[in-house]
């Protein structure tokens, strides 16, 4: 465990006061040994470590049309949520182990995210600096249940998570995993820092936000996809649809997934650009947590083989059981999913 001071005064790089000594699921001492058989290497579980956010989700939702300036009646809810753990959340549910680094406070929020995880069966390898608070998200949704506004009081990941993934700590961790997801909540150069930890891996992304997106820019060119919706890739290429993709390509990006919420899902892998138009879901309940479904299930069935098409059409399946549901992340039967999965078309290719 490493100690740290846990009165380190506001504007300072504070020290984790806890950073759990949990492993990541090992390979028989965390190598694989000579005389293992392919079969034996093929029943494995791949693990994903997931970095970025893990705080608390407050979503405030209108009974009636919104109506600017002035008081909304409504219901406000509260839940653990997070790009990188929701995804996280969804990706447990379709094939993989998975593990998280993230930061925290000392405060009962921090032990509501710790909760989440421990359920999820995710195993937490998140630093907790005992007088910080922990990050929160809150989102305001209009009575059909689509984001009027969002406010993101994030500062402890501005200010540790940079120094937080040069540990040796984190350098252990991603070295144990198969894969790797993080989203945009993380500066820039802490992004940086996981590319360069992952050496050859896979690195999948969320871009989170507008505002967010443009952290990646840097390291478009390690990512082996990334997940976004459109206004966040006008944001990282200044151009839309089509020609969106084509820049992303230029700038690097193996592929990429643009969602555009009920419109056509747009995306590219090797073979070129393709287009998946999605079913009308059921009923609109709340969006949050619709595009880290999409991330989290496509990304878990690419790491068990799946092409990103096939992948692609999973995770949007996911994301229409999201939309449908009160939670960030739906808990679906597999009767379920399936029949999600049944109304998804197969993508088709774009020109």
């Known amino acids: ?31 694989r040994r000579r005389s293992e058989s392919a079969r034996e290497l093929s029943l494995k579980t791949p693990t994903l470590l997931g970095v970025g956010g893990a705080h608390v989700d407050r979503r405030g939702r209108m009974a009636a049309p919104f109506v600017p300036g002035a008081s909304n009646p409504g219901t406000m ?10 995804a996280l959340r969804n990706a447990r549910r379709h094939g993989v182990a998975a593990a998280i680094v993230s930061l925290r406070g000392g405060d009962a929020a921090g032990e509501t995210v710790a909760a989440t995880i421990a359920e999820a069966g ?3 390898l998140s630093a907790v600096f005992l007088d910080r608070t922990t990050p929160s998200y809150t989102a305001i949704l209009d009575d059909r249940g689509e984001l009027v506004a969002g406010l993101a009081d994030m ?34 150069r802490a992004i940086g820092v996981l590319a360069e930890a992952a050496g050859r891996k896979p690195v999948f992304a969320i871009a989170i936000s507008p505002a967010k997106a443009v ?3 840097p390291h478009l060119g390690r990512l082996s996809c990334l997940f976004m919706n459109r206004r966040e890739a006008a944001a990282l290429t200044g151009t839309e649809g089509v020609e969106a993709l084509d820049a992303l390509r230029a700038m690097g990006l193996a592929s990429a997934v643009v969602t555009a919420g009920g419109d056509s899902l747009i995306g590219y892998d090797g ?9 009308a879901p059921s009923e609109i309940i709340d969006v949050t ?19 990103l098409r096939q992948a692609v059409r ?33 993508a088709e290719p774009v020109r």
């Open 1 to 31: 465990m490493f100690q740290g001071d846990t009165s380190a005064p506001v504007g300072t790089d504070p020290e984790p006061a806890e950073f759990p000594q949990r492993q990541l699921p090992q390979r028989r001492g965390g190598v």
């Open 77 to 86: 809810r509260e839940e653990a949520g997070g790009g990188a753990l929701n």
């Open 122 to 124: 995710i195993t937490d």
């Open 155 to 188: 500062g402890l990941y501005e200010l540790a998570f940079e120094r937080h993934l040069k540990r040796l700590a984190f350098r252990e961790a991603a070295a144990e995993a198969d894969a790797l997801l993080c989203d945009a909540n993380m500066p820039e």
């Open 215 to 217: 952290r990646l820019t």
């Open 271 to 279: 073979d070129g650009p393709f287009r998946v138009v999605p079913p």
């Open 289 to 307: 947590g619709a595009g880290d479904a999409l991330a989290g299930v496509t990304t878990a069935h690419l790491m068990n083989g799946l092409p």
């Open 314 to 346: 999973r995770g949007m399946a996911a994301a229409l059981l999201t939309v449908a549901d009160q939670q960030a992340v739906a808990a679906p039967s597999d009767g379920e999913f399936a029949a999600a999965l049944a109304l998804v078309p197969e």
